[in-house]
């Protein structure tokens, strides 16, 4: 049946870019692009959109004289992954409430399709192809505006019940503290994020903190400035006490840590494994490695891409011969 060569389609939506990629089952990408995503239009703009990006990367697979075996797709917010389901809305896609990201592709292309949380993905990526492959356990952080997260538990995404856990960012380190979007008190994502770095500076220099960027900051501390020192210093205990708690929980074996401001460089990481190691419990530290992201922003493409092949090749073994 299974002729020339197999690829598989990884999207990644966001608010402003669709970023799409055909690769092979193993992760290794062939093409990668990206397009605006249409995000504050219509649920039907943005499927076509999708639907665009898929037409054009099977066009490219059938040159390579191969065919499209699975289609993976991370979407910001909640996603039924059972059903490929958007839930509810997110706020940079308000009208991708409730879409049917399983149902609309599948019928439209008759190719499976997987769809799951971005920062999942992403999670899933790194655990696959990047800084956490070979360990069962780990857990992936992102710090960028806000902060995102994904959890690997013995191989698999940890999605909670409503397919609502892992929102790492909202994780309370001062249930007295600041106020947060989501409506909860003293998150992380208030401290610790680019945005909760800035104002921490901006306060500190007594300065607007539209006029600061992290880059800045980092850049200062090298210099000797107090200020930002200070405001590194409070950001890597803050991710320390998060971290900690999620490491007295889950037990992983490797932390990832990505976006703008995980890119800050190594003695960054090393500044917050030393405060994980104050704050976390004995037997849970043994062997804790934390290191940088790898994939960067290729992440959710190649975490779609090999999730969508990991589903295809289980659910084939699962009913025989599926066609
Ligand atoms: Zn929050």
Not at 215 to 231: C, H, L, M, S, V
């Amino acid at each position: 049946m299974s002729q020339g060569k197999d690829f598989v389609i990884g999207m990644d939506l966001g608010g402003t870019f669709l970023k799409y990629a055909l690769g092979t089952p193993d992760g290794e990408l062939i093409i990668n692009k990206k397009t605006p995503s249409k995000g504050k239009e219509p649920k039907q703009e943005i499927f076509n959109v999708i639907f665009s990006a898929i037409e054009e990367l099977l066009h490219v697979a059938k040159e390579q004289g191969g065919r499209v075996i699975a289609i993976g797709l991370g979407s910001p917010g909640a996603i039924d992954f059972e059903k490929g389901k958007q839930i509810g809305s997110t706020p940079n896609l308000p009208h991708w409430i409730d879409a049917d990201i399983r149902g609309e592709i599948e019928l439209k292309f008759g190719i499976p399709v997987w769809a799951d949380n971005d920062a999942n993905v992403m999670a899933f990526a790194e655990s696959r192809m990047g800084a956490a492959k070979g360990y069962r356990y780990s857990i992936a952080l992102t710090l960028g505006t806000g902060i995102g997260g994904g959890i690997i538990l013995n191989n698999e995404i940890f999605r909670g019940a409503n397919y609502a856990g892992a929102e790492l960012g909202h994780l309370t380190i001062d249930y007295k503290g600041l106020k947060c979007n989501c409506g909860g008190i003293g998150c992380i994502e208030r401290y610790a994020s680019a945005t909760g770095m800035v104002e921490n500076y901006a306060k500190r220099k007594k300065v607007d903190p539209a006029a600061v960027k992290t880059e800045d900051i980092f850049e200062r501390a090298k210099a000797g400035e107090p200020e930002a020192q200070g405001t590194i210093a409070d950001t890597c205990e803050c991710l320390g006490a998060a971290l900690a708690t999620l490491v007295n929980i889950f037990n992983p074996e490797m932390i990832v840590i990505g976006g703008g401001v995980g890119d800050a460089g190594d003695k960054f990481i090393e500044t917050i494994h030393t405060a994980v190691k104050q704050k976390a419990m004995g037997p849970a530290l043994l062997n804790l490695k934390i290191a940088r992201a790898r994939l960067g922003n290729k992440a959710g493409i190649i975490g779609a891409i090999c999730l969508a092949a990991e589903m295809h090749s289980r659910t084939k073994s699962a009913q025989g011969t599926r066609v």
